[in-house]
């Protein structure tokens, strides 16, 4: 059984930093595609950034310039770098992971169980 742990979330200040970590346990095969996500109070979820296999990424233009994505696929880990946090920045964020567990497995989606980050003064 695959689960993904994340940490780092918490209470900041606007204009300050913090650095989100997702970690996959159980067996794990190989990775595809990870990414993380987002979900502000009153508002559907949306994609804050993405990185493939070969380390092409994508983001939001509201975290441009401001977000840097990372992993590590030999430990199967996801990293967010959030710099520059604005208050608009709160939500709950969740890292999702595409992978197999097996060989001969198919690839699929797992997602992590959300952590809040909150920019506040």
């Known amino acids: 059984q695959v689960q993904l742990v994340e940490s780092g979330g918490g209470l900041v200040q606007p204009g300050g930093s913090l650095r989100l970590s997702c970690a996959a346990s159980?067996?794990?095969?190989?990775?595809?595609?990870m990414g993380w996500y987002r979900q502000a109070p009153g508002k559907g979820r949306e994609l804050v950034a993405t990185?493939?296999?070969?380390?092409?990424?994508n983001y939001a233009d509201s975290v441009k310039g401001r977000f840097t994505i990372s992993r590590d696929s030999a430990l199967a880990t996801l990293y967010l770098q959030m710099n520059s946090l604005k208050a608009e920045d709160t939500a709950v964020y969740y890292c999702?992971?595409?992978?197999?567990?097996?060989?001969?497995?198919?690839?699929?989606?797992?997602w992590g169980q959300g952590m809040q980050v909150t920019v506040s003064s």
């Open positions: 159980g067996t794990i095969f190989s990775t595809d595609s």
């Open positions: 999702a992971m595409t992978l197999k567990t097996q060989p001969t497995a198919r690839m699929s989606d797992y």
């Open positions: 990185i493939n296999s070969i380390g092409i990424t």
